[in-house]
């Protein structure tokens, strides 16, 4: 096959995956999946395609579309470019799938170019990709501009790399065995509210957010996109109101997901100022993920982080008995939660390369 064989055409957003027009979605699940567990071993990081269509059926927050690579009647890959729709955003948000199968014949080559003129017709001036690595060494390491972890180079990195993008970041993806003794978990909690003192309380809830919550959490979670440490990524500050934290509550919890927060009050100011999210598909015996984790800024040294983490995760082993393993990503460079993470058993399995290219 060359790239002269290949057909790229758009991605169908079906009404449902039983509609006659959802098999290249259904396929989009299972590549999606694939992929993770041909460079990592880990297949559940990626969601199923049940979990990712609400997504993909409201652009109110966020803008998908999806690319078809073909050879003859054979999907060979796919390409997606999720675009924020905050005014401010400049980024367009890749993800490349090309199974092991069909990669060095110019099909990463073709599906980066038709994201890339995708995001050039919406007028951003920036893209950002992400690539997936096993914790091991390699001939060639690579190492991000923050300085911080190292990657062995994998033939999609390589792909991307070779397509103009910069490596900014790398990201430690870590798991937590939930079958473990949670006594450890008991005794950081219980030392973490001791530390933080009386000034701040925990509030625990499950999706979707109660009325008189949505406001608060909408002013927590709009500080992800901008206190989290991100090296030179170019992240657009997101707006959140009660509606959007209405919108997303709906589609976190569409196709049977399951979502509990574990959030912080700073009781003086009656503001939400930390919170930890642990989200689970519709089968419960797969594996959990941590969705998002944040202690604002002026109020980190508290302990805070660990206080919304050790929470959450005894919530959890209650409401979720059968998941029997949490996955969480972190920078390299924010030692602060990693440090957390470690302290309570969590151990790195895998890596994530941040890539970035100015267009």
């Known amino acids: 096959m060359t790239t002269a064989a290949l057909t790229i055409t758009p991605l169908i957003v079906p009404a449902t995956l039983a509609a006659d027009d959802a098999a290249d979605f259904r396929a989009y699940g299972d590549l999606n999946r694939l992929i993770c567990d041909e460079e990592v071993g880990l297949p559940d990081l990626a969601p199923d395609a ?22 003859g009647d054979e999907i060979i890959g796919m390409v997606t470019v999720s675009f924020a729709q905050e005014a401010e955003a400049h980024a367009a948000e890749i993800d490349l799938l090309v199974a092991a199968a069909h990669r060095g014949r110019g ?19 920036v893209l950002q990709i992400w690539t997936l690595h096993r914790p ?18 994998t033939s999609l990195s390589d792909a991307v790399e070779a397509h103009g993008f910069t490596l900014e970041q790398v990201e430690r993806n870590s798991e ?23 000034e ?5 809830w499950q999706l979707p957010t109660p009325p008189e919550l949505r406001d608060g959490y909408a002013a927590v979670l709009a500080r992800l996109s901008t206190d989290a440490p991100s090296g030179d990524m170019d992240f657009v500050a997101e707006v ?16 049977g997901q399951t979502v509990s927060v574990a959030a912080v009050e700073h009781i003086p100011s009656g503001t939400l100022v930390a919170y930890n999210e642990l989200l689970i598909g519709a089968e419960r015996t797969g594996t959990t993920h941590q969705f998002g984790t944040l202690v ?8 805070l982080g660990t206080i919304v983490k050790c929470a959450n995760l005894l919530r959890w082993r209650e409401l979720v008995p059968d998941s029997s393993v949490v996955s969480t990503f972190n920078a390299e460079e924010n030692r602060p939660m990693l440090d957390i993470n470690e302290a309570i058993g969590f151990v790195p399995v895998s890596y994530a390369g941040a890539w970035q290219k100015k267009i």
Request: aromatic fraction near 4%.
């Open 296 to 303: 604002a800024k002026e109020h980190r040294g508290h302990r």
């Open 240 to 255: 959140y109101d009660a509606d959007r934290v209405i919108r997303r509550d709906g589609r976190l919890t569409a196709a």
């Open 50 to 71: 049940a979990q990712m269509l609400p997504n993909w059926q409201d652009d109110s927050d966020a803008l998908d579309l999806g690319f078809v690579a073909r050879d």
């Open 136 to 153: 091991e060494e390699a001939e060639r390491m690579l190492v991000p501009r923050t300085g911080w972890g190292r990657i062995p180079a």
């Open 176 to 198: 937590l065995d939930l079958r473990a003794d949670p006594e450890p978990l008991r005794r950081a909690l219980a030392a973490a509210l001791e530390a933080a003192g009386p």
């Open 200 to 204: 701040y309380r925990v509030i625990e």
């Open 107 to 125: 099909v990463e080559e073709a599906l980066l170019t038709r994201a890339e003129d995708e995001a050039r017709e919406r007028g951003r001036t």
